[in-house]
């Protein structure tokens, strides 16, 4: 795995400044325009920037209706966007922001959140827990999952990422395209995987009877899964999985197919009896690392996420068993 490089946080002292020469395509362009597709900013943020002159071109002020000129040096200081030191818990109980900067949001999503909004879904989501929180996210994408690059099952914990602006958008959607991010997840299985470790490669598609699952399907997408046994109990393993792709379910579906159901996952055949006993309401299932190249520097940024307390108490009651 390679290595973290953790972006240092900034404070409210120290106000970030993005400088760099203006691109040929915004020549012309009005400054609060421009700000507004360059930086991700909303338009009436960019004129505040203006007016408060925090933009210089070729280091004098410039106004929110100024035009840029064509490889002039901009500088734009941004004095509220610092990078949060501490988890920040936002307007969605248990949700819980593990970083923050200009670019983009790292949450640690608590079960029964959806990533977005769907049909049929009424719950809560991270991105209506962020707005209420009064975070900006990118506009890029479709209207109920905008600044969404990937996503997490409502029954599932752990380390998410949203894009704040939309060039970090348009990156780190293609980094999860060209599957450069490393996700991470913990997952107690039943029984003991022979061999230990493996990969499984094998097409997932719809399920054939049942449409609200999905299943190892001819024709389906390829996926592909590597894992790897931490532990073993009395009745369970507890593995490491690296995702090479992130199909709908697939953590699920995979261990499924291999008989071997994340603990707790009645819907695709656990124990409803070993569930119980553990008070297991959902899948035994976390993302507990996230690594992927920062859209805006390019060096490698890591997060981890400790067990929630339903799934820490699980796995302690089946190690004294």
Do not use: N
Not at 202 to 220: E, M, S
Request: proline share 7%.
């Amino acid at each position: 795995m390679r290595a973290a490089v953790p972006l240092t946080p900034g404070s409210p002292d120290v106000p970030e400044v993005r400088a760099l020469p203006v691109p040929a395509g915004l020549a012309g362009e009005r400054v609060d325009a421009a700000l507004a597709r360059l930086l991700g900013l909303s338009r009436s943020r960019a004129a505040d920037l203006a007016e408060d002159g925090a933009v210089l071109l070729d280091g004098r002020p410039v106004a929110k209706s100024d035009r840029l000129v064509a490889d002039a040096w901009l500088e734009v200081t941004l004095p509220d966007v610092a990078a949060s030191a501490a988890p920040t818990p936002s307007a969605v109980p248990g949700l819980v922001v593990v970083y923050d900067d200009a670019e983009l949001v790292v949450v640690d999503k608590p079960v029964g959140v959806a990533a977005h909004p769907s049909p049929g879904w009424t719950g809560p989501t991270v991105i209506g827990g962020l707005a209420a929180a009064g975070y900006r996210i990118a506009t890029s994408g479709a209207a109920e999952r905008q600044g969404v690059v990937h996503r997490l099952d409502v029954g599932t914990s752990g380390l998410m990422v949203v894009a704040k602006s939309e060039s970090a958008y348009s990156r780190l959607k293609q980094a999860f395209r060209d599957r450069t991010p490393e996700k991470i997840y913990h997952a107690l299985v039943q029984g003991h995987l022979d061999p230990s470790a493996g990969t499984v490669d094998a097409p997932i598609g719809r399920h054939p009877t049942a449409d609200y699952k999905w299943a190892v399907v001819a024709g389906g997408r390829d996926s592909v899964t590597h894992y790897a046994t931490i532990e073993a109990m009395r009745g369970a393993s507890l593995l490491e999985i690296h995702l090479e792709t992130g199909r709908t379910h697939q953590i699920r579906v995979h261990m499924a197919a291999l008989r071997h159901p994340c603990v707790g996952d009645l819907t695709y055949g656990a124990d409803p009896t070993l569930a119980a006993r553990l008070g297991l309401t959902r899948q035994w299932l976390h993302a507990v690392r996230l690594g992927f190249p920062h859209p805006a520097t390019g060096e490698w940024v890591e997060f981890s996420s400790d067990y929630p307390e339903d799934l820490q108490r699980a796995l302690d009651v089946l190690r004294a068993a």
